[in-house]
């Protein structure tokens, strides 16, 4: 069983800036992508960020060009850092591991961002 565990959310004001980390039980190396998703209640989950095994990225357009994915694969851990946060970005923001093939994806329990206006 893989664990995900996730750090670094909060509240801050709108136009801040905030770094959620994700650390992973297994090596990030045995996923084809680890990303994350978030969520507001009443809505469905968002893919935010993905980063695959070989380096490459991708943004829901919303959070282009002010978040950024990157990996530490000393530390089997991903990060987002989140810049010129808006009171959108309020959400549960959740760290996922991809095995690839027909595996289920792991998730992590979550991480609460809020974001004042």
């Known amino acids: 069983q893989v664990q995900l565990v996730e750090s670094g959310g909060g509240f801050v004001q709108a136009g801040g800036s905030l770094r959620l980390s994700c650390t992973s039980s297994?090596?990030?190396?045995?996923?084809?992508?680890m990303g994350w998703h978030r969520q507001v209640p009443g809505k469905q989950r968002e893919l935010v960020a993905t980063?695959?095994?070989?380096?490459?990225?991708d943004y829901a357009d919303p959070v282009k060009g002010r978040f950024t994915i990157s990996r530490d694969n000393r530390k089997n851990t991903i990060y987002l850092q989140m810049n010129s946060l808006k009171p959108e970005d309020t959400a549960v923001y959740y760290c996922?591991?991809?095995?690839?093939?027909?595996?289920?994806?792991?998730w992590g329990q979550g991480t609460q961002v809020t974001v004042s206006s």
């Open positions: 980063i695959r095994l070989g380096g490459s990225t």
């Open positions: 996922t591991a991809d095995p690839g093939g027909s595996l289920r994806s792991y």
């Open positions: 297994r090596v990030v190396f045995s996923f084809s992508a």
